[in-house]
């Protein structure tokens, strides 16, 4: 990959979008994971006012710190830069607080673990219409459209999405070109929507590389039959989390109404 090329044309596609739109800068959640580095540090680039928000709800102590130590790392190296930090963890709490009661709490810990996203979501919206900014999505291009693996309305709820075309490789190739601080570089990846520290391998099953190996064959028409041991494992996990996440990555089903029965 021509690692300084893509930079390029990624800040220059973010600075185009926004003058186009007429809209003055960027807002963006900074999780202390490598895609929110990586996007934010395209998005300083560009020049445009960038607002990063740190929004804790009971976060792990060590995501906190990386995401604070990227912010002001970031505000070091760009005068455009600005931060805002939300504890939304007495909101959620609150939130939780107002639901009716379930049996068993492991029920609704997936609900939960959404329902913070679409929280942060609605914050970094707050904040994008009181500046006249635009939503910058994080994610990339094995989550997006390889197992889907962002919270529908959450951190899936942006306005434009930079590195969505970049595989996870591939963001850290960006990142190491970038300077992103090495607390960043070594961190597993992890969604920090549980309040712990397990990651995202932890959760999927299989590693970014093995996805992105997934990913490939796949769409070259390769089936599960065709491989065994971890191989196979692998591309089984991968066909499970993308037809299981499939309507997140395709347009909200229409039902459309024939002429001859609207008339």
Known sequence: MKTEKVIDHIVHWLRHYAENAKIKGFVIGVSGGIDSAVTSTLCARTGLPLLCLEMPIHQAENQVTRALKHIEWLQ???????MQSVNLTPVFDSFIASLPPVDSEEERFMSLANARARLRMTTLYYFAALRNYLVVGTGNKVEDFGVGF??????????????ADLLKTEVYELAGHLGIIEEILVAPP????????????????ASYPELEWAMKVNAEGKRPGDFEGRKKEVFEIYKRFNTANKHKMIPIPVCEIPEELKS
């Open 150 to 163: 962002y919270t529908k309305y959450g951190d899936g709820g942006v306005d434009l999405s930079p590195i």
């Open 190 to 205: 992890t969604d920090g929507l549980w309040g712990d520290d397990r990651t995202d391998e932890d959760q999927i099953g």
């Open 76 to 82: 070091e190296n760009n005068a455009n830069v600005s």
